[in-house]
């Protein structure tokens, strides 16, 4: 038997797992399409049509390397939010960002605090540089600040998690309860802001951009209300020092040089990104009516999908996304207790929607063994 070189290791130690099973490969395993992909958050309406126009126009370009300085998505980035470019690193999406930030904050053993059943790639890349999570339990379907603040003190945990919007609730925090959650943190602790909804939720969930203090990582996204999911391309925003040491370690290379011009071209496009926050709006008032009209509770949400309370435990609620998974519409759904009474629907076009309506009584009535 051939000998095999060694992982770390911390390598060795870690599960063959991923955070997610993307839809691509449960349509390979099922040897067909979905006919409603409503379940991975993404925008069915797409990038704008000025971006999209922008990217046919330098496809011939994509023979040369991207800028390593993500210079003009930098300064796009920063003229957008009112920072200097000082305070902006450009990354391969949230996610990207987030295994920086892992690498930054997290030494073998220590402890990092987040919500048990909040967004698990940040989990992923904790477990793969040899964090300890802890975990803090939702409180009415929301992140418990003080329950975050309270493990943070406790653990003198270095780094602590807090998406607003939140996913995969829905569920959301007011600009002020943000802000006494940050006034309140450690000075040595780092906050991850994840704010990947933050363009769909309203405007008073956004605490002020605050570059001088040096414990706040604030995270935006392409891959929602900008329909850009796609490209992979993100930005945090942070006091000049943070931003500089995201430098030593970032791959140079990693946003695409069509990721980067895309990404100018739709913070440049806001009157889409209007258009297209109605339309969601639109979609969460329909999905809700929808849950409601087969007897189950849409929760409030400040996000592009709404999550509905199944009114059953976990094991109903599992059967339900099965079921509707079986008749061709992708969905998701919490896995943490106390959450996984819920399945979770991404607003999706019209005739995705009218696909889930056609198809929940079903799944709802072979959960129920009727």
């Known amino acids: 038997m051939r000998q ?5 290791p911390l390598v060795g130690a870690l599960p063959s797992t991923v955070p997610f099973v993307g839809p691509e490969a449960q349509e390979r395993e099922r040897g067909r399409p979905f006919r409603a992909r409503i379940g991975a958050n993404e925008s069915s309406f797409g990038p704008s049509p000025r971006v999209i126009a922008r990217m046919e126009s330098v496809a011939r370009d994509q023979w040369m390397y991207c800028d390593p300085d993500n210079y003009d998505l930098k300064q796009a980035a920063a003229r957008h939010l009112g920072v200097s470019a000082e305070n902006v690193v450009v990354g391969e999406g949230i996610d990207g960002l987030l295994s920086l930030v892992a690498r930054m904050y997290a030494a073998p053993g220590d402890a990092v605090v987040t919500s048990l059943g909040a967004y698990p790639t940040f989990n992923f890349h904790i477990a793969g540089v040899g964090g300890r999570l802890v975990t803090v339990p939702y409180e009415t379907d929301k992140e418990s600040l003080d329950g975050l603040l309270a493990a943070v003190v406790r653990e003198k945990a270095p ?3 807090l998406s607003n919007p939140d996913n995969p609730m829905g569920s959301w925090w007011e600009a002020s309860e943000v802000t006494r959650f940050i006034d ?6 780092m906050l991850v802001l994840d704010e990947a909804y933050g363009e769909l939720g309203p405007a008073s969930a956004l605490p002020p951009i605050d570059v001088a203090r040096p414990n706040v990582i604030r995270m935006r996204t392409f891959s929602k209300a900008y329909g850009l999911a796609g490209i992979r391309c993100g930005y945090a925003v942070a006091e000049a020092e943070v931003i500089r040491d995201f430098e030593k370690i970032r791959n140079h ?7 980067q011009i895309a990404g100018v071209e739709a913070l440049a496009d806001q009157d889409w990104l209007r258009s297209v926050v109605a339309r969601v709006a639109a979609g969460r008032t329909r999905i809700a009516g929808i ?3 087969n007897g189950l509770k849409p929760l409030p949400s400040a996000t592009n999908f709404v999550t509905i309370d199944c009114a059953q435990d976990g094991a109903f609620a599992l059967k339900v996304l099965q079921n509707l998974l079986s008749r061709d519409v992708f969905i998701r759904k919490p896995m943490a207790p106390g959450l996984d009474r819920c399945i979770r629907v991404s607003v999706g076009l019209d005739h995705e929607l009218d696909i889930f309506a056609e198809e929940l009584p079903g799944a709802l009535a072979a959960a129920r063994g009727n």
């Open 4 to 8: 095999r070189p060694a992982l770390t």
């Open 159 to 161: 780094l602590v998690y």
């Open 184 to 189: 309140a943190l450690p000075e040595t602790t």
């Open 253 to 259: 290379y990693g946003v695409s040089r069509m990721a």
């Open 291 to 293: 849950a409601k009209t």
